[in-house]
């Protein structure tokens, strides 16, 4: 049920659709988006792809939750470019093949504000700049970079945390091997109410079939 749920998801809202998505309507803004991400997968491939992977997936959970934002073009933009403060990121750091030091994950934790610096003057909407800022913001308050909690950490944001973690442990990584999705969403479970807005959580294991791991 678990894997079904998931493939079902990935099929729906996964690859299929990647090359129309999202709606894009104010072309230049999508141009800026797509050159913005082709920066991204140039500096990190891995990272390139993990930007479509979470958006679809994102915007699914969004659309049971809030469609009116869900259709908010600039959601769509802050899922795609969540991750752009990455290039300011040294290669050293973001490629490195084993764990980083405390120092390195300093500097790695400055991709948020560094990606708010490279979009805001370009003049995205709010829901842009909150995915980019606060996606790494935890509902407990010790996320990053400003320690927000709760319902004050934006929506959009609290929603793409989880499909953004998800993938994340997934994925394989030089240091580390990744867990199952059955693991993963173990994990995303058990971060209701801690790491993650349980609302969300709660919609997220239903899209993937694993509502039962909540009880």
Not at 59 to 72: F, K, S
Not at 150 to 176: C, E, H, K, N, S
Not at 184 to 189: G, N, P, S, T, Y
Request: aromatic share 6%.
């Amino acid at each position: 049920m678990i894997e079904s749920g998931i493939h079902e998801l990935q099929v729906q809202h996964g690859h299929e659709v990647l090359p129309q998505y999202p709606r894009l309507v104010h072309q230049d803004q999508a141009k800026i988006v797509e050159a913005l991400m082709g920066a991204v997968a140039a500096k990190d491939s891995d990272t390139g792809r993990h930007l479509y992977r979470t958006s679809v997936v994102a915007r699914a959970c969004l659309e049971l939750i809030n469609r009116d934002l869900a259709e908010d073009e600039d959601v769509d933009f802050g899922f795609l470019l969540h991750d752009v403060g990455k290039i300011g990121i040294p290669d050293s750091i973001l490629q490195k093949v084993t764990p980083l030091s405390e120092d390195e994950w300093a500097v790695m934790k400055q991709h948020p504000q560094i990606g708010l610096s490279i979009v805001a003057p370009i003049g995205f909407g709010q829901h842009t700049l909150d995915v980019i800022g606060s996606h790494h913001e935890r509902w407990d308050g010790k996320g990053y970079p400003h320690g927000l909690s709760g319902p004050d950490i934006p929506l959009v944001a609290r929603v793409f945390a989880v499909a953004d973690t998800f993938d994340a442990m997934t994925r394989i990584r030089p240091y580390r091997t990744p867990l199952s999705k059955l693991e993963a969403l173990k994990m995303i479970a058990l971060g209701a109410g801690k790491q993650f807005d349980p609302q969300v959580v709660r919609i997220f294991l239903g899209l993937t079939g694993a509502p039962s791991l909540l009880r």
